[in-house]
């Protein structure tokens, strides 16, 4: 569940208070209490990269990545809520339960825009290279094979696709 480094600072704070600490007993911790066990572990100074990094390893949330989504004007669905949405922004990125799967499809501003209803073929192209098949409303999914989470890879491959789509083509809009 968690990195071996993130179980190993956790340990060190825990078997400082005399504590027995297995994975097992990690894994009934909540995320916030993980989150305070590695900062306590860390001491005072943790640099804002390195926070980040805790972060994705922790929650699953890649801040990185999600700031990245404002300037390729890709909004981002997922958990059950909104990540990241702009008015302006030209495709969605739908991510389903405990991200097993993935659906793209144009926004409403994109249509309005460019008069398509569909993703361009210079993005379904790339989709299609990544594995994703077209449904009949003309969005993209994917999900994994094996029924497992889809990778952080293979997300940013999908972000890049979508991003070198909307800086090369649709720049403008």
């Known amino acids: ?10 340990q ?29 572990d860390y001491g005072q100074c943790i640099s804002p990269k390195e926070i980040r990094r805790v972060i994705l390893d922790i929650f699953g949330v890649n801040l990185e990545g999600i700031s990245a989504l404002e300037k390729l004007r890709i909004s981002l669905f997922s958990k059950g809520q909104w990540i990241a949405q702009n008015k302006k922004d030209l495709f969605v990125v739908y991510t389903g339960a405990n991200d097993k799967d993935v659906k793209i499809s144009p926004t409403a501003y994109f249509t309005k825009e460019t008069g398509l209803i569909q993703v361009p073929n210079a993005l379904n192209q790339r989709l299609k290279a990544l594995g994703y098949h077209q449904l009949e409303d003309g ?6 094979p094996d029924g497992g989470s889809v990778s952080l890879a293979f997300k940013d491959q999908t972000i890049a696709a979508i991003g070198e789509v909307v800086m090369t083509t649709f720049k403008e809009i």
Do not use: C, H, P
């Not at 569940?1 to 956790?10: D, P």
């Open 139 to 144: 969005s993209w999914f994917y999900a994994e």
């Open 1 to 10: 569940m968690f990195s071996q480094e993130v179980k190993q600072r956790i």
């Open 12 to 40: 060190r704070v825990l078997n400082q208070e005399n504590e027995q600490v297995s994975d097992d007993y990690i894994g009934r911790l909540t995320k916030v209490e993980v989150m305070d066990l590695y900062l306590q």
